[in-house]
């Protein structure tokens, strides 16, 4: 069965420093999708960051940055230069080619410390 | 943001009301999905249309009525609703059931009492 694991419910981190988010899946698949989506107090769930199996290359968007570790099956986020508004519930979410339904982690909550 | 569009964002029921969710987006795409999001658990996939046709129905219960008129818009038709229905319901679009992005609305936060 196909899973994803965000192991810390929540994580705090001080103002401008940066901070690891984890998020593990399980599959036999080897074309895939991940995502990581972010939904603060407001409700509205955004795309982060997505990462291409296919690709070596860790994705990047601006402060934001994953680890992707295919063979270990584990996707971190981090991000860098925390601000206020990136407090929010960061959920990961793992998709193959074939199949549209997304596979959701239970999500961690960001806090950051003023 | 404005490409998807949910009302009523909060919604409170009793067990024998029928009320209707409705999703709107402004993004010009042909896939549309309903999901419920429950505290402390992953989004549960609920429904998913694709060029206004149902292709998923993740084993939802029958008292959960989605429409879909047009690619445009999606609904969601409720009746005999339970406590456990409590949720936040979200609605997402993408342009089409492929590995695209999917844009998110801001949910409803429905109760049921």
């Known amino acids: 069965a196909q899973t994803v694991t965000q192991s810390q419910p929540e994580m705090s981190v001080q103002e401008a420093e940066t901070v690891t988010l984890s998020c593990t899946y399980d599959?036999?698949?080897?074309?895939?999708?991940l995502f990581w989506y972010k939904q603060p107090p407001s409700r509205q769930m955004i795309l982060v960051i997505r990462?291409?199996?296919?690709k070596q290359q860790n994705a990047t968007e601006n402060r934001f940055s994953v680890n992707f570790q295919k063979a270990a099956k584990s996707f971190s986020l981090k991000i860098s230069d925390s601000q206020l508004g990136d407090a929010a519930m960061y959920f990961c979410?793992?998709?193959?080619?074939?199949?549209?339904?997304?596979?959701w982690g239970a999500g961690t909550k960001l806090i950051i410390k003023p | 943001e404005t490409g998807v569009t949910q009302t009523p964002r909060h919604l409170v029921m009793g067990m024998t009301n029928k009320k209707s969710l409705k999703c709107e987006q402004h993004?010009?795409?042909?896939?549309m999905y309903w999901y419920k999001q429950s505290a402390k658990k992953p989004l549960e996939l609920m429904f998913v249309?694709?060029?206004?046709?149902?292709?998923e129905n993740n084993s939802v219960p029958s008292r959960f009525s989605p429409e879909c008129p047009n690619s445009s818009h999606l609904f969601l038709h409720l009746h005999t609703l339970q406590p456990e229905d409590s949720a936040l319901y979200l609605c997402?679009?993408?342009?089409?059931?492929?590995?695209?992005?999917?844009?998110f609305g801001p949910g409803t936060r429905l109760l049921v009492l």
């Open positions: 997402a679009s993408s342009p089409r059931t492929g590995p695209e992005t999917q844009y």
């Open positions: 993004l010009g795409h042909n896939a």
């Open positions: 249309y694709n060029f206004k046709e149902q292709t």
């Open positions: 599959t036999s698949e080897s074309d895939y999708y």
């Open positions: 990462q291409e199996a296919y």
């Open positions: 979410a793992y998709r193959t080619d074939s199949n549209y339904q997304l596979i």
